[in-house]
Structures are given as structure tokens and as C-alpha cells.
């Protein structure tokens, strides 16, 4: 399986019950469940979602849902579909009994992307040095995944023919161009390569970025 580098999203569930409480229905209001951190009890549509759960003195778990994966021990994945929200059921085995716990995720859709330069998006001005040891990245508000390295983009200076740079740094031939760049010229940024790990996602069609040489 590849990873996501900087792209991938981790849930911590933890399960805690009492042992001597055996039940048959999920909606037992004395079973709770602790999520590490509540910013995260999120799906993304059209991502790999991916988590860990771990439930605590368990002979066995189940993990069941609509679009729920397992890839190995404790680790899974969600491909949410349609709907605001989904819910799945985690089932410990412990000892013959069976202790079930429904845990519900919000739904949400990923906004629109842009190209940027630590956060920076639309507009911005730099200096020649600044722009030419940038890092260009995806930016998506209120995304908390990391979608990992930039593996290509597209650069157009002035009204110069638009050149591909490979990587998410500009190669030393680019940053010879953008020295002899002046005040005021213009570098225009778009086209940012398509990781197949978001297959689903199109980020290509991300917002440009305009940077103005100070």
C-alpha cells in the first residue's frame, strides 16, 4: 500500500466499556467511545479515509460499514459514497461476549484547490530569492489531510511559453529565469500534477497562482 506522505489521514478510536456489561444492542447509552481528536471525526468524499482502531482488552473486533476496508490488523479505510453522514460498527469479542459501538462520521465534499506558496493563494508578492527557493503546494481550506508532494506543475513567465517544472521546487534552470526576472514581472502557476492515490479528485483544475516580483 502506498502511503500518502504528507496526504494521510490517521483516526485514533478508542473503545473503553465496562467488563462486566454484556449487550445486545447498540444503542446502550452506558457504552461511550473516545475519538482523540474530534477535528478529525470527518469523512472526505471521494478519499481514502484511513484509521486505526484499537479496543482495548479485545479477544477480536469487527469493523463493518458501508465503504469500510480492512487492510491489516487494526488498520482500515472508508470510501464514503452518497449522504452527509455515515455509521459504522465496531463489535469487540471478548471472552464470548460481544460488546457492539456505533460511531457515526460527518460527510463532507472537498472544496476547491489552489496552487500556493506556504498557504499563499491568488495574488501574492514575492521577491526573487522568496519565489525561487518556494515550495509549490495544493492548498485546500479547511483541509485537515495532507495531500503529499507536488510531482509536477506548470510555470509561465510574462508572456512566455508555459514550461512544466518537475518536483515542487523549481529546478536550477528555473530559478536562473526567475533572477533575471524584474519588478513588476509576472510568473503565473497552474497545472499541478494528479497523485493516483486521489483518484476520485481531480486537482488538476486547481486555482492558478499569480506571483508579482517586488
Do not use: H
Not at 27 to 49: A, C, P
Not at 70 to 86: D, F, L, R, V, W
Amino acid at each position: 500500500m502506498k502511503n500518502l506522505a504528507c496526504y494521510t489521514l490517521i483516526f485514533w478510536v478508542c473503545i473503553y466499556c465496562t467488563p462486566k456489561k454484556q449487550i445486545s444492542s447498540s444503542e446502550d447509552s452506558n457504552i461511550k467511545s473516545i475519538i482523540e481528536n474530534e477535528k478529525l471525526n470527518i469523512l472526505y468524499r471521494g478519499l481514502k479515509n484511513y484509521l486505526t482502531i484499537y479496543v482495548p482488552n479485545s479477544d477480536s473486533i469487527k469493523v463493518s460499514g458501508l465503504g469500510v476496508y480492512k487492510e491489516q490488523k487494526n488498520k482500515y479505510y472508508i470510501t464514503p459514497a452518497a449522504g452527509a453522514s455515515m455509521e459504522i460498527t465496531i463489535i469487540k469479542f471478548s471472552k464470548g461476549k460481544e460488546i457492539v459501538e456505533k460511531r457515526e462520521f460527518r460527510i463532507v465534499n472537498i472544496d476547491k484547490s489552489f496552487a500556493s506558496i506556504e498557504n499563499k493563494i491568488g495574488k501574492i508578492t514575492l521577491s526573487k530569492e522568496e519565489l525561487a527557493n518556494s515550495k509549490i503546494e495544493y492548498y485546500i481550506p479547511q483541509f485537515v489531510m495532507k495531500l503529499g508532494k507536488v510531482g509536477k506543475f506548470r510555470y509561465q513567465i510574462n508572456a512566455e511559453e508555459p514550461m512544466v517544472n518537475y518536483g515542487d521546487e523549481f529546478n536550477k534552470s528555473v530559478k536562473e529565469k526567475i533572477y533575471n526576472m524584474k519588478s513588476g514581472d509576472i510568473m503565473i502557476i497552474d497545472n499541478l500534477n494528479f497523485n493516483p492515490e486521489l483518484q476520485n479528485v481531480d486537482l488538476k483544475k486547481v486555482t492558478e497562482l499569480v506571483i508579482y516580483i517586488k
